[in-house]
């Protein structure tokens, strides 16, 4: 399964008016792999995952998603060939109860192909599997959960209700931007088995966070980013002793302070 | 002894179980709860020609007959608005094309009204999406703008280049057999709408458009092209309204600039304030009061703006959430006396 590029990404620039948001990042995402991306507020990360995505058009720079050329497409296209993410700040349907979120998601020509025109094949129709979909992310099936309306829903399903919005696209690879930020340590503990379920289901995760001890935990590598440049990539140990990391990220007193599990 | 203790009970509790999608119901109370409200509607609009005329004179079938159409202009204006974020003020542009593509197809092919009115409706209803196409990636009082400059356009462009009859308009169209035929298509036709729309909007492709007004970037990530679904909705909607000018333009058995008239725009939008947004039924429901209550104030000449304009505002001061909003509240809220 692992072993074949899903992601690559090549001399990615991006500026704003004067601000250089991305300069030259090129980085590779291999299948199966949970891929790390940190830096520090402002370093680029949600930007780099716009300009993937096609939210923003980057100046300059290729991206091969499984090989085929997806820079400068269309956000609703490139999310059809499995390259999903979620959004920092929640973008649900707050006027639609949760479980109607994941119509939409359904109805989009990838769900459609493989699921079948009423969206879930032998499964049943889009409710039915919308509902199934937020079972498996966390929604308790037989309370009133999944039946809220989004906008009465708390930040923890709302990041939930993110994850099954990817899941019901039936993804190939999620980019994630911050699922635990705004969490209570609880509601994090519950979310990393989520992840490590996704992982082993095959898909290929890029996490963007600032929760590293969670993030090390599930992710196999690590970019670090700082004022649009990459700075460092590799296994998080390796990442965690580079001098350059400790200065401008962590600050160099709490990274001594750092242990690692295992 | 034998008192029975009573308490008050809300109709709707055993109705709606726990979600607005699921109903349970288990009583012929629960039945009339649910179908009343949509059988007076019914009724009520196919009685309208056999009450008012005889009551006010020959003249008022007309008057329902335009009620109507305003009727479709609304929905289609409410459609747009609160289902799929598009405020659109082209009620005239679709009133405009849609009564000359009429009046051209009845005089340059002969065709009767039966088949004109449905090729005006979808030929109508491509040209407008089609001029509207550029437009869609706007969004709020741009999108706005740019409707109402196309009837402006449209009526300027026909006068300068003295087309299509230029401002005697084109003259000599079919009318309709007989006016109960006239008053009952139209009546049909926009209960029809009506439903045809209230159902849409909780299908799988009205969660669509719900979805594009509510948070388009989320559609998008969703994989599905928030262009082609606005391009969907405003061909939905600006067929209503090119049903509606077909059918006047055989109703007048003329068409002409006036059909570009700002009145189709801007009827339908004061029918949704009154109706109330988002409901449908509403905004219909305004049409069917407000035209005909511009018709009765034209005994007072020009004072009629005045009255027109107190109406108007009184409902936007004491009920700025629309009739129908309220009453569909109120309804909810209905209490029965229950034992205990």
Same mark, same amino acid.
């Given at each position: 399964?692992?072993?074949?590029?899903?992601?690559? *990404?090549?001399? *990615?620039?991006?500026?704003?008016?004067?601000?250089?948001?991305?300069?030259? *990042?090129?980085?590779?995402?291999?299948?199966?792999?949970?891929?790390?991306?940190?830096?520090?507020?402002?370093?680029?990360?949600?930007?780099?995952?716009?300009?993937?995505?096609?939210?923003?058009?980057?100046?300059?720079?290729?991206?091969?998603?499984?090989?085929?050329?997806?820079?400068?497409?269309?956000?609703?296209?490139?999310a059809n060939l499995g390259l999903t993410r979620t959004f920092q700040i929640m973008r649900p349907y707050y006027s639609l109860p949760a479980y109607k979120n994941l119509i939409i998601p359904l109805f989009s020509p990838r769900a459609r192909r493989k699921g079948g025109w009423r969206g879930g094949g032998k499964l049943g129709d889009r409710g039915t599997v919308s509902i199934d979909i937020l079972e498996e992310i966390g929604f308790e099936r037989d309370s009133f959960v999944p039946y809220k309306l989004a906008s009465s829903l708390p930040t923890g399903y709302l990041k939930r209700l993110e994850l099954a919005r990817c899941l019901a696209l039936r993804p190939d690879l999620i980019l994630c931007d911050e699922v635990f930020s705004g969490l209570s340590m609880s509601e994090i503990a519950s979310m990393v088995p989520l992840i490590e379920k996704l992982q082993m289901d095959g898909i290929t995760l890029v996490m963007i966070e600032h929760r590293l001890r969670e993030l090390f935990r599930v992710a196999s590598r690590v970019m670090v980013l700082n004022f649009g440049e990459k700075l460092t990539e590799g296994i998080p140990e390796e990442v965690m002793q580079d001098e350059r990391v400790k200065e401008a990220y962590l600050g160099s007193e709490k990274l001594l302070d750092y242990k690692f599990e295992a | 002894m034998d008192k029975v203790e009573r308490?008050?009970?809300?109709?709707?509790?055993?109705?709606?179980?726990?979600?607005?999608?699921?109903?349970?119901? &288990?009583?012929?109370?629960?039945?009339?709860?649910?179908?009343?409200?949509?059988?007076?509607?019914?009724?009520?609009?196919?009685?309208?020609?056999?009450?008012?005329?005889?009551?006010?004179?020959?003249?008022?079938?007309?008057?329902?007959?335009?009620?109507?159409?305003?009727?479709?202009?609304?929905?289609?204006?409410?459609?747009?608005?609160?289902?799929?974020?598009?405020?659109?003020?082209?009620?005239?542009?679709?009133?405009?094309?849609?009564?000359?593509?009429?009046?051209?197809?009845?005089?340059?092919?002969?065709?009767?009204?039966?088949?004109?009115?449905?090729?005006?409706?979808?030929?109508?209803?491509?040209?407008?999406?089609?001029?509207?196409?550029?437009?869609?990636?706007?969004?709020?009082?741009?999108?706005?703008?740019?409707?109402?400059?196309?009837?402006?356009?449209?009526?300027?462009?026909?006068e300068a280049l003295n087309i299509f009859g230029g401002t005697d308009g084109i003259l000599g169209v079919a009318g309709f057999p007989n006016t109960w035929i006239e008053q009952y298509l139209i009546i049909l036709i926009v209960i029809f709408a009506l439903f045809g729309l209230r159902r849409l909007v909780n299908e799988d492709i009205g969660l669509v458009f719900r979805g594009v007004k509510d948070n388009d970037q989320s559609v998008r990530a969703s994989g599905l092209s928030i262009t082609l679904y606005k391009a969907i909705a405003v061909f939905i909607?600006?067929?209503?309204?090119?049903?509606?000018?077909?059918?006047?333009?055989?109703?007048?058995?003329?068409?002409?600039?006036?059909?570009?008239?700002?009145?189709?725009?801007?009827?339908?939008?004061?029918?949704?304030?009154?109706?109330?947004?988002?409901?449908?039924?509403?905004?219909?429901?305004?049409?069917?009061?407000?035209?005909?209550?511009?018709?009765?104030?034209?005994?007072?000449?020009?004072?009629?703006?005045?009255?027109? &304009?107190?109406?108007?505002?009184?409902?936007?001061?004491?009920?700025?959430?629309?009739?129908?909003?309220?009453?569909?509240?109120?309804?909810?809220?209905?209490?029965?006396?229950?034992?205990?």
């Open positions: 399964m692992s072993g074949e590029n899903i992601l690559e *990404v090549t001399d *990615v620039c991006k500026s704003f008016g004067g601000v250089q948001a991305l300069l030259n *990042v090129s980085f590779t995402i291999q299948q199966g792999d949970v891929f790390g991306i940190i830096g520090p507020n402002g370093s680029g990360k949600t930007t780099l995952i716009n300009c993937i995505t096609g939210f923003i058009k980057m100046n300059s720079g290729k991206i091969l998603y499984k090989g085929k050329d997806i820079s400068y497409k269309a956000p609703n296209q490139i | 308490r008050k009970e809300r109709i709707d509790r055993g109705i709606k179980v726990r979600t607005e999608g699921i109903y349970a119901v &288990s009583s012929w109370q629960e039945v009339a709860y649910l179908v009343l409200p949509r059988l007076v509607l019914i009724v009520g609009l196919l009685l309208l020609p056999l009450i008012i005329p005889p009551l006010f004179g020959p003249y008022w079938k007309r008057v329902i007959s335009y009620a109507a159409i305003y009727g479709l202009l609304a929905l289609g204006f409410d459609f747009l608005a609160h289902f799929v974020g598009l405020v659109s003020l082209g009620g005239a542009f679709f009133i405009g094309v849609g009564g000359y593509t009429a009046a051209i197809l009845n005089i340059s092919l002969g065709l009767s009204p039966l088949f004109t009115i449905p090729m005006a409706t979808v030929g109508g209803a491509i040209i407008c999406t089609l001029l509207l196409l550029p437009a869609l990636p706007l969004r709020g009082v741009y999108f706005a703008i740019v409707t109402l400059m196309y009837p402006l356009a449209l009526m300027r462009i026909i909607a600006s067929g209503l309204g090119c049903l509606g000018g077909a059918y006047l333009a055989h109703i007048y058995m003329w068409s002409g600039i006036s059909q570009f008239a700002l009145d189709f725009s801007v009827i339908p939008i004061a029918a949704t304030v009154i109706g109330g947004g988002g409901t449908l039924v509403g905004p219909l429901l305004g049409c069917f009061f407000l035209v005909p209550i511009s018709e009765w104030l034209r005994t007072f000449g020009t004072l009629r703006i005045v009255f027109y &304009s107190v109406i108007l505002m009184a409902f936007i001061m004491f009920r700025s959430e629309g009739v129908m909003v309220f009453a569909q509240r109120k309804y909810h809220q209905f209490q029965r006396w229950v034992k205990v």
